[in-house]
């Protein structure tokens, strides 16, 4: 069983930036970032494959979020910058087992508890 342990959020006013991290127990062949809002389904915002740093991105997610990761540390990072109400949610580690990189959560075999995003303003 892999564990994977979100952290970094908090409470910033619009426009801020945080930048999000989640420490994996052990290696796997992509990690994801999904987030829920309030009262609406888990949504994807961004994907890595492990091996060669290859992302994808949700489209709100372009130009604003960064997916990286370090792989001698296990950690999965998501750079947030210039944050809108609209991305409040608490925010989910995933990672899967596949090589392939994907943007639905089915796909992904282990998850985190989430650590939330609030934007305020």
């Known amino acids: 069983q892999v564990s994977l342990v979100e952290s970094g959020g908090g409470l910033v006013p619009a426009g801020d930036s945080l930048r999000l991290l989640c420490v994996a127990s052990?290696?796997?062949?992509?990690m994801g970032w999904f987030r829920q809002a309030p009262g609406k389904e888990r949504e994807f915002v961004a994907a890595?494959?492990?091996?060669?740093?290859?992302?994808h991105y949700t489209d709100s997610a372009k130009g604003r979020f960064t997916i990286s990761r370090d792989l001698t540390k296990r950690t999965l990072y998501l750079q947030m910058n210039n944050l809108k109400r609209e991305d409040t949610a608490v925010y989910y580690c995933?990672?899967?087992?596949?090589?392939?990189?994907?943007?639905?959560?089915?796909?992904?075999?282990?998850w985190g508890q989430g650590t939330q995003v609030t934007v305020s303003s």
């Open positions: 995933a990672a899967s087992n596949s090589l392939l990189i994907h943007d639905a959560s089915i796909v992904y075999d282990y």
């Open positions: 890595i494959r492990l091996r060669d740093g290859t992302t």
């Open positions: 052990e290696r796997t062949g992509s």
